[in-house]
């Protein structure tokens, strides 16, 4: 069976931001209904100095995987 892997990485001045641009539509439609796609999806948040941007992947990845193992209960954080 054939896994797709989607990586994504986006920089916003605080978290009270994207949970605002969460909130709206059509995003929060549009996540309701991928809900059981995304089911297995992590979501890491940590801060950078806007001069350190943008973040290479294999930091993105890194800390996915630091991620990953240090919770292994639920593949969702914030």
Do not use: C
């Not at 949970?19 to 809900?35: D, G, I, S």
């Not at 979501?43 to 990953?68: C, K």
């Amino acid at each position: 069976m054939l896994k797709r892997t989607f990586w994504t990485v986006s920089a916003w001045t605080d978290k009270a931001a994207v949970h605002a641009y969460a909130a709206t539509e059509p995003h929060r439609t549009t996540m309701r209904r991928k809900r059981a796609v995304m089911r297995e999806s992590t979501f890491i948040f940590w801060t950078v100095p806007a001069e350190q941007l943008p973040i290479e992947w294999d930091q993105v990845q890194n800390r996915i995987a630091q991620e990953r193992g240090s919770d292994r209960g639920s593949a969702a954080h914030e």
